[in-house]
């Protein structure tokens, strides 16, 4: 299974950008997915999750309202489109695939839950 992550760049602060993660090798449908970020000399965080089963999302506390985490089976495909960027959401941007079909927020934010990632999409944000 591999995950390749797109979209990232550069944006302004309040700009928007959509992130696309395509799996090839397997498949997306029934697992959940996670979108998580690190900033230079910070830990992986978690910033979104949407489940396989119901479909139910969750978020980070920083990102939400701002950010929409989506899923296409038919394409493969986990989208995390950002709205309202700001400075402190410049990170490397990685998609993962967890084994688990649902949970609730403790499940899906954990990283150690997630089997497989991808390498990585750069999102620099400017003043």
């Known amino acids: 299974v591999q995950l390749q992550a797109s979209g990232g760049g550069l944006v302004q602060a309040g700009g928007s950008l959509r992130l696309s993660c395509t799996v090839s090798?397997?498949?997306?449908?029934?697992?959940?997915m996670g979108w998580f970020r690190q900033a230079p000399g910070k830990r992986r965080e978690f910033v979104a999750a949407?489940?396989?089963?119901?479909?139910?999302?969750y978020y980070t506390d920083v990102v939400k309202g701002r950010f929409t985490i989506s899923r296409d089976n038919a394409k493969n495909t986990v989208y995390l489109q950002m709205s309202s960027l700001k400075i402190d959401d410049m990170a490397v941007y990685y998609c993962?695939?967890?084994?688990?079909?649902?949970?609730?927020?403790?499940?899906?934010?954990?990283?150690?839950?997630?089997?497989?990632w991808g390498q990585g999409t750069l999102v620099t944000v400017s003043s």
């Open positions: 993962a695939r967890s084994s688990y079909s649902s949970g609730g927020l403790s499940t899906t934010s954990s990283d150690y839950r997630y089997d497989y």
């Open positions: 090798g397997g498949t997306i449908s029934g697992y959940t």
């Open positions: 949407i489940t396989g089963r119901e479909r139910s999302s």
